[in-house]
């Protein structure tokens, strides 16, 4: 280790992690020896990235808390507009049923137009979050490249959840007996 007056006073080493009480007890002795008139101070790096990524992983916790809270929400509201759906149309699933229609048939049916609404949704929304991800992740040195790939296992991971919504009421009512519902007209 040499000196130069012109230079930081700055030294990275590499510790072993089982050694590091002894390494720097080594340093700051080789350090006083070299420069006895400046202090002896280091710290860890791994420390020093934690507490400058601190806000970013504060961020990106409560990112995920408010992303949960809006999938549980919009899934309460499509099992809202399913139900809604599946009342209105409960004649309609009667006389299909009564007409030799299958189970199946009748879930495709009652499903087709809200997956044609998530995929327009995630159509539209997957733009929007390309770009607002690519702006956010440009902040940084060293970054991930954005892959089509990523939007496309959110798009089915979407899809799915929909479907299991959408299925957990339309195979119930596909179920139903048709002569209840056509036990009034």
């Known amino acids: 280790m040499q000196y130069n007056t012109g230079s930081s006073d700055l030294v990275s080493v590499k510790i072993d ?24 101070e280091y710290y860890f790096a791994d420390e020093y990235f934690n507490r400058q990524y601190k806000s970013e992983n504060r961020f990106g916790s409560i ?18 507009l399913v139900s809604y759906n599946t009342t209105q149309r409960y004649r ?41 991800m690519y702006k956010w992740l440009d902040n940084f040195a060293y970054h991930i490249s954005l892959s089509w790939w990523f939007f496309a296992v959110a798009g089915m991971i979407a899809i799915f959840i929909a479907l299991a919504v959408i ?9 139903e007996n048709p002569i209840r519902s056509l036990r009034n007209e």
């Open 17 to 40: 992690g089982k050694y590091v009480a002894s390494t720097l007890k080594a340093i700051e002795k080789k350090w006083q020896e070299m420069i006895p008139n400046r202090p002896f």
């Open 63 to 80: 990112f995920l808390n408010f992303a949960v809270l809006a999938i549980i929400i919009s899934c309460l509201g499509l099992f809202g």
């Open 167 to 175: 299925s957990s009421l339309t195979v119930r009512a596909a179920r």
């Open 92 to 132: 309609e699933i009667g006389v299909r049923k009564v007409l030799g229609s299958s189970i199946t048939g009748i879930v495709k049916l009652l499903s087709a137009d809200f997956i044609k609404l998530v995929v327009i949704s995630i159509l539209i929304a997957t733009p929007i979050t390309w770009f607002f």
